[in-house]
């Protein structure tokens, strides 16, 4: 079995990518899904929110996906659900499997990974007490309450001020149950302002910044009291617990690219983003194969999922068009500088950007006032004045090619700092 | 109805003598207060079966460990229970510890354990790199081994059952009386069984178990200890399970590579921390952190995949308390169980089944000891093997759990097996789904789903582990399809 391009994964950047290598001309398209259906996490997110970018509009998630999900028919693009792709050498041989069709080798000329990301469970972060039921992590209730029709709980504590977090306490209030609070480790939350605003004020939610769960207890099997603590930095300080009874704990304490995959592929991985290491065009470090959406960086919204996976999609279609994997100009390196977490591309190539160069980044702490730069050692070459700047929120900063061709070749460093007041 | 013998308790203890005494023409209940078997100690501890060099040679667990830990490698190959015999370090740090070092060895060779060696750091560091540079030395002894410690017991308790040993879950023994000569084993929930011979396998449990009968000649305490499994990724730093020299609390803080891939570290040591306590703390946590450092700095406890506490068994007799009570001719207690008691199990079994049958339990041998069906594993299969097992059953190409790539096939194979599992955590135990990185966030609801439709009960009732577990507090305002879950 041979497509030029085999897309894993069948949710917003799968989607959009697969298109648009289409519509760039790539030949045979064949999307993988290991759910039933296209749309991944987006079929949960039943709240609106979703589009004000890409479609100017207020959608939900299954609308957003379904917009994406309808413009396939009649592009020849091919998709299999249900199906589990379990490997992927570094000669682009994805091995997969389903009930229907059972052992898949399929040799694929161009690879775009879009498997999306995971979410961090009670045990990443090593919350201690027993271990009764009535812990999920956000994005398992939601599917519960939204996909499946069931209610997890009836008192319930949220640990982690994230987007799905919060999402979450308003749709377990309207379903009836009571959220007693949500619960912030950092002193900020790490949730899209609106969402604070129209899913924790407006029902009266209390968030507990720079607090944790400190402990957790069971009765009869089911949890029935969670502590919490007030935090300096990150250590509990005794003295400040506060019991909540409570019989359901929703954690929603960080998103975790899923590479294994790629990992088995022999892609080199950014430790900072987990996901691959990318340049321009969303192309790892394996030629033809290529990364976008929540496998290569966890991204605030999916908009910006959808405009990625186009611009890595695009790419697959000119690599299988110019079988090119050589450098055309010179390849920059990018650093992260004071403040910043992680950039995406980690590396540009001036040879294949047009009048400027897109860089996604995020800041490790709330910058108000802010100054952002790109040096080439000590020189500046170019600067941005941003008025906020929040860890939660994913920043873009448009460089363009004469700033980069200004480089020379030199590696190249994004900071964010506060301006001296 | 009377039986011969009531076993109490469905540990790995209860569940290979349960396995042992099935081979043989007599009546046998496996009684277990939990809902599935291997719920305790055998489902929460450092899954190694050990050499045997521990033991002071005089003691039971010296008598039965080398032994056990034979058996065990044969009880695996028979029930197809993953094991691997990959051999164990303890390391020295200084002279005090080769002193210790050496000490092990002499006991080792006093029990009867093969092939032991006593290397140098050097020797030590060239077998596992990882290992810290102020490693001065280390016994090594190749026939330890890491295993599924729960998959164990259940391959043993499911083989005892199809060769006829009743199980009864869920049935806590509240009160032992004598009637007519035979025990009347009664439950919390009045349930009676009645046996002429009571096989006392209560784990930490057992000394309340004895007292039921008025033996009062032990006590069985308990001392929790908390580990770490990490990522799958870190599991490839260690081959063999690397111990410090023990202390008067235990063997210590080990880091050893488990048989499902991962890699473990634990456990510290809570003396008198409850028979219940389960419960992982901070200060625990970080000590096992710490303590590992000395044996290896390599890993990334980032990479956590899963923490959790298991209650070892501490009898006030310090060793194995095994043959029939003083209190009554007719119940044997097997208890006091600590290290090495998995690894000594199967022995154990072998001798205690010997003295019921010489007690007068009926001794003939069944005509056809059942083996069992081995389990498909879908990912241990190659790709031939893996086209043939879709080719014949459909589910066996769809994966539910994508860390672990466990299979619908499997998941069905497992709610329908010998002892059938209804929570989430029977079904992790019996074929690993919900063991992975996720730790069943993605496979949970699935999982939930597909144990509703085989078992025909509603969602809501299906549990997490224990009785009381329950996952699903009821339906949504609109929602509610049990079609889809």
Known sequence: ?421 | MTYDVAIIGAGAIGCAVARELSRYDCKTVLIEKENDVAMGTTCANSAIIHAGYDPKPGTLMAKYNAEGNRMAGEICEELDVPFRRCGSFVLAFDENDMKTVRELFENGTANGVPGMEILSGDEVRKMEPHVSEECVGALFAPSAGIINPWGFALAMAEQAVLNGVELRLSFAVSKIEKEGGNFVITGKNGEKIAAKFIVNAAGVYSDDIANLIGDRSFTQNSSKGQYYILDKNQGELFDHVMFQCPGPLGKGILVSPTIHGNLMVGPDANPGSGKDNTATDRKGLDHVIAASRKTTTAVNFRECVRNFAGVRSEPSTHDFIIGFSGADDHFMNVAGIKSPGLSSSPAIAADVVKMLLEAGVPSGKKENFLRGRKPLRFKELSPEEKKAAIAENPAYGHVICRCETITEGEIIDALHGVIVPKTLDGIKRRCGAGMGRCQGGMCGPKVLGIIARELKIPPEEILQNRDGSFILTGKTGKGGDADVL
């Open chain 1, 1 to 421: 079995m041979y497509y030029d391009l085999v897309v894993i994964g069948g949710g917003p950047a799968g989607l959009a990518a697969a298109e648009e290598a289409k519509k760039n001309g790539a030949g045979s398209v064949l999307i993988i899904e290991r759910n039933e259906e296209l749309g991944g996490i987006l079929n949960q997110c039943i709240h609106s929110g979703f589009g004000i970018h890409v479609f100017g509009e207020q959608l939900t998630g299954p609308e957003y996906a379904k917009r994406f999900i309808d413009r396939l028919s009649g592009t020849g693009i091919e998709v299999k659900t249900d199906t589990m792709v379990i490997g992927i050498s570094p000669d682009k041989t994805v091995t997969a499997v389903n009930s229907a069709e059972g052992y898949l080798e399929i040799k694929a000329g161009a690879i775009i990974l879009a498997m999306g990301c995971r979410e961090r469970t009670r045990s990443s972060i090593a919350i201690p007490g027993e271990r009764p039921s009535g812990i999920f992590t956000a994005g398992t209730a939601q599917k519960y309450i939204n996909v499946e029709g069931y209610m997890v709980g009836k008192r319930v504590l949220i640990l982690g001020s994230g987007d799905i977090g919060l999402i979450m306490a308003r749709r377990l209030t309207l379903e009836g149950a009571k959220v007693l609070g949500v619960v912030e480790i950092m002193p900020y939350s790490n949730g899209l302002k609106r969402n604070i605003a129209q899913c924790l004020e407006d029902y009266g939610i209390p968030l507990y910044l720079s607090h944790t769960v400190t402990d957790i207890k069971g009765e009869n099997g089911r949890l029935s009291r969670v502590t919490v603590s007030k935090v300096n930095g990150f250590e509990p300080i005794p003295g400040t617990e506060i019991e909540f009874e409570a019989d359901t704990l929703l954690l929603s304490v960080g998103l975790v690219p899923e590479n294994e995959l790629s990992r088995s592929a022999g892609i080199e991985i950014d430790s900072r983003t987990n996901g691959a290491t990318v340049n321009e065009e969303m192309m790892t470090s394996v030629p033809g194969i290529f990364a976008c959406g929540n496998v290569l960086h966890v991204h605030d919204l999916v908009d910006f999922v959808t405009e990625e996976a186009q611009k890595a999609g695009k790419a697959a279609a000119e690599y299988l068009r110019e079988n090119k994997d050589g450098v055309s100009g010179e390849t920059i390196e990018i650093r992260n500088g004071a403040n910043v977490g992680y950039t995406v591309p980690q590396k540009i190539d001036t040879g294949k950007i047009g009048k400027f160069a897109e860089v996604f980044f995020r800041v490790r702490s709330v910058l108000n006032n802010a100054e952002i730069s790109v040096k080439a050692g000590e020189e500046i070459l170019f600067s941005k004045k941003r008025e906020q700047m929040l860890p939660a929120e994913m920043e873009k900063l448009i460089i363009p090619k004469k700033v980069l061709d200004a480089a020379n070749g030199r590696t190249i460093t994004v900071s964010a700092e506060e301006a001296e007041k």
